[in-house]
């Protein structure tokens, strides 16, 4: 069936160094996909998106990359802060499945002053 | 601008009780999506909404129901709880059903 996973669910890096958080997407119909970063005891907020006419998009501090030929996804944050610390989601969805959004288990970021 | 707002944020309820959870999305949002979300695990799509009809409904048994009123708010219940419907639900509202979801903090759902 379709599903959406991220390769490692936990990740923790120095503050002030890159992160790079990566997501697997099985459904090669996919157009759209979301990255979510949820805080305890908040909802997901959204972070970034991109098309999938796009390869690379970008915003700030975060950059978002899709290979369609591997279907895969990554999230890159610049210079991580404590504040990033959180679980990030990737989310996919396509012309197919309305507003039906598939995400993924989620990816722990734990970033050490 | 007030975000998507949902209530109650904390509810304790009894297996075989009735619960109904309720949405207001960002004003001009006029798509709706709830999704349930067990802990350790990523939202799971229940029901999506779009000017007062269903347009999408995910794999719940129909113990789930929802609605949207005329001014875009929605509603969750959820019939005969079972312990395993403790969850945080989350309401998400859209401009388009397609794109830019914006999510609320969601209801803490505790089945006893």
């Known amino acids: 069936g379709e599903s959406v996973g991220l390769h490692l669910p936990t990740l923790s890096v120095q503050e002030g160094d890159n992160s790079i958080i990566n997501c697997a997407y099985s459904?090669?119909?996919?157009?759209?996909f979301i990255w979510y970063k949820q805080e305890s005891g908040k909802g997901p907020q959204f972070i970034i998106d991109?098309?999938?006419?796009?390869d690379k998009r970008q915003g700030q501090r975060v950059t978002v990359l899709l290979n369609k030929t591997v279907k895969h996804l990554s999230l890159q944050i610049a210079a991580t802060q404590p504040g990033d610390s959180a679980v990030y989601f990737c989310a996919e969805n396509n012309d197919n499945q309305g507003g039906k959004l598939i995400f993924g288990q989620g990816t722990e970021l734990s970033v050490k002053p | 601008d007030a975000g998507v707002t949902q209530s109650p944020t904390h509810l304790i309820k009894t297996r075989g009780q009735h619960v109904t959870l309720r949405c207001s999305p960002i004003s001009g949002h006029k798509s709706v999506s709830w999704y349930q979300q067990v802990l350790g695990q990523g939202p799971q799509f229940i029901f999506q909404y779009y000017e007062k009809e269903e347009r999408g409904r995910g794999n719940f048994p129909d113990r789930f129901s929802a609605r949207q009123f005329p001014n875009y708010s929605s509603e969750l219940n959820v019939n005969a709880l079972l312990l395993g419907d403790s969850a945080l639900y989350l309401c998400?509202?859209?401009?388009?059903?397609?794109?830019?979801?914006?999510f609320g903090s969601g209801t803490r759902l505790t089945v006893v």
């Open positions: 991109i098309r999938s006419n796009m």
């Open positions: 459904n090669s119909a996919s157009d759209y």
């Open positions: 998400a509202s859209s401009l388009d059903p397609m794109e830019g979801y914006t």
